[in-house]
């Protein structure tokens, strides 16, 4: 099973990123699936979680900015991210709230101007 989370960047403040999950060698439509972020010396946090039929659930400072989908014929999930804001920038990773997988290196989100 390999989780492969990509699409981060630099970005200014204020501005968007998208980022991608691909998941490979486990079919994951019929499981919850979540978004991650975690900065050195800090717990990795939950940002946003996606049920398998679509509902979606966003931490607090996730809410209004952040939206999270999927699509599971392709196995795959993405995290639309807006207004950035420099407490944004960390490492995020994807995996299931549940059934967790080995995690994987993750892609680097950095807002600063």
């Known amino acids: 099973v390999q989780l492969q989370a990509s699409g981060g960047g630099l970005v200014q403040p204020g501005g968007s990123l998208t980022l991608s999950c691909t998941v490979s060698?486990?079919?994951?439509?019929?499981?919850?699936m979540g978004w991650y972020r975690q900065v050195p010396g800090k717990q990795r946090e939950l940002v946003a979680y996606?049920?398998?039929?679509?509902?979606?659930v966003y931490a607090d400072s996730a809410k209004g900015r952040f939206t999270v989908s999927r699509d599971n014929a392709k196995n795959m999930m993405w995290l639309q991210m807006n207004s950035l804001r420099p407490e944004d920038t960390a490492v995020y990773y994807c995996?299931?709230?549940?059934?967790?997988?080995?995690w994987g290196q993750g892609t680097q989100v950095t807002v600063s101007s």
């Open positions: 060698g486990r079919d994951v439509r019929a499981y919850v």
């Open positions: 995996n299931s709230p549940r059934y967790v997988m080995p």
């Open positions: 996606i049920s398998n039929d679509g509902v979606t």
